[in-house]
């Protein structure tokens, strides 16, 4: 392929594109539960927040009389249940999506809401090769949605350096904002809502299935980046 002109890093969510959603539908069942109505605001309250604020947002949506410690501590007790019958696994395609993107020459890293004992080391460690020997994982749960940690104080880059590669809008609007590139793999349970959020902020290039994140995809984007026509026209 043609060398890239601008994206030096791609960075990738990791619940959601490298792995299995298994946080989406636990939020749906612990809201619905406890006497909550799922809904899209409720979703982009809670998911991909940090885990207090997501905690807080559980529970003023249920009108639990709890703590946003007590209630983040409660739905990770109902995640472990959950993952009795759904286990955390790799995505299908993950890598052979990650051997397309490493062979770009961008610096590759992977990111989530967990220390990357818990995310990285154990589910994707087989993989690490295709990720930045110095940093293949970025937890950003302080600082979600982290784009502008990443970018600019983890790596040293500009943002329209970045390409990043996630299921939730929050994301994409902050791409977006701060003139980073952004593919979406919207989350698409029944219960989810970010196909059509993304399509409000005028994500330009989703797919369903990872393997279509490939080498011909990011060219097309480090072509808009460079060119300044990634978010060009869509407000």
Known sequence: MTALRTIRLIAIDSDGVLLNDT????IERFVTKHGGTYTAEVERGVWGSPQ??????MALACRLP????????AFFREREEY??????EVSPGAE???????????????YGGRHREYTFDTHLGHLARYFDAEIPYVDVNDVRPGVKEIV???????YHQALFIDDINRVAE????????????????PHNFQRAEMERTGVRHTVQDIRRIDQNLVQKIDEELASGTHWQGLD
């Not at 709890?66 to 501590?73: E, G």
């Not at 990650?98 to 890293?109: P, S, V």
């Not at 902050?174 to 349970?189: N, T, W």
């Open 23 to 26: 946080y989406s539908p636990v």
């Open 52 to 57: 207090l604020a997501a905690g807080q947002n």
């Open 66 to 73: 709890w703590s946003a410690k007590d209630t983040i501590a």
């Open 83 to 88: 993952l009795k019958d759904h286990p955390v």
């Open 96 to 110: 052979e999506m990650l051997a397309a993107l490493h062979a770009t020459g961008a610096r590759l890293t992977c």
């Open 152 to 158: 600019r104080d983890v790596f040293g880059l500009q």
């Open 174 to 189: 902050v791409c977006k904002a701060l003139g980073a590139g952004f593919a979406g793999v919207p989350a698409s349970l």
